[in-house]
């Protein structure tokens, strides 16, 4: 069954939009996906989130801590998985939100088969959410890019 993977906003209204895939040895269920790569850190990710908390604090944008590391074997629409709002998690689907007054960001894990996608969208706000983007957007997708790579070759 392929669930369509979901967006915080109309296409046309983001801000951000990057969808990436791989397919797998193995299907996996979307939380299943997610557990495998939140739980091969990547070199420098913490530092990278200390220094967003340092600098994003000063502009009244809360603290996320990163990742830690750590995803339970079972999740339900409303429990948190580090900063995100679980706020969809099927077999197919894994839908994680972090909303605020500067930009809402949605993470999407959908599963066709052995195929794995991570959709992220944005939509900003204001002139700070913006301007956050900047440096996010390309960092992003490599991050995806890598975490995807890694999952492929850990279920190989």
Same mark, same amino acid.
Request: with cysteine.
């Given at each position: 069954?392929?669930?369509?993977?979901?967006?915080?906003?109309?296409?046309?209204? +983001?801000?951000?939009?990057?969808?990436?895939?791989?397919?797998?040895?193995?299907?996996?269920?979307?939380?299943?996906?997610?557990?495998?790569?939140?739980?091969?850190?990547?070199?420098?990710?913490?530092?990278?989130?200390?220094?967003?908390?340092?600098?994003?604090?000063?502009?009244?944008?809360?603290?996320?801590?990163?990742?830690?590391?750590?995803?339970?074997?079972?999740?339900?629409?409303?429990?948190?998985?580090?900063?995100?709002?679980?706020?969809?998690?099927?077999?197919?689907? +894994?839908?994680?939100?972090?909303?605020?007054?500067?930009?809402?960001?949605?993470?999407?894990?959908?599963?066709?088969?052995?195929?794995?996608?991570?959709?992220?969208?944005?939509?900003?706000?204001?002139?700070?959410?913006?301007?956050?983007?900047?440096?996010?957007?390309?960092?992003?997708?490599?991050?995806?890019?890598?975490?995807?790579?890694?999952?492929?070759?850990?279920?190989?």
């Amino acid at each position: 069954m392929q669930s369509e993977p979901r967006l915080v906003g109309a296409e046309n209204e +983001l801000d951000f939009l990057d969808r990436q895939s791989v397919t797998l040895a193995r299907s996996l269920s979307a939380l299943e996906a997610w557990r495998m790569i939140m739980t091969q850190p990547m070199p420098l990710m913490q530092l990278a989130f200390r220094i967003r908390d340092a600098v994003a604090s000063k502009f009244g944008v809360k603290r996320i801590g990163g990742f830690s590391g750590r995803v339970p074997e079972r999740v339900e629409v409303g429990d948190k998985l580090d900063f995100f709002l679980v706020e969809a998690v099927s077999d197919q689907i +894994l839908v994680l939100t972090e909303r605020d007054r500067h930009l809402d960001v949605m993470t999407c894990v959908s599963v066709d088969g052995r195929d794995i996608s991570i959709t992220s969208s944005v939509k900003t706000h204001n002139w700070f959410g913006r301007l956050y983007m900047i440096p996010v957007r390309p960092v992003h997708k490599r991050i995806v890019a890598r975490n995807l790579r890694a999952l492929q070759a850990s279920v190989a």
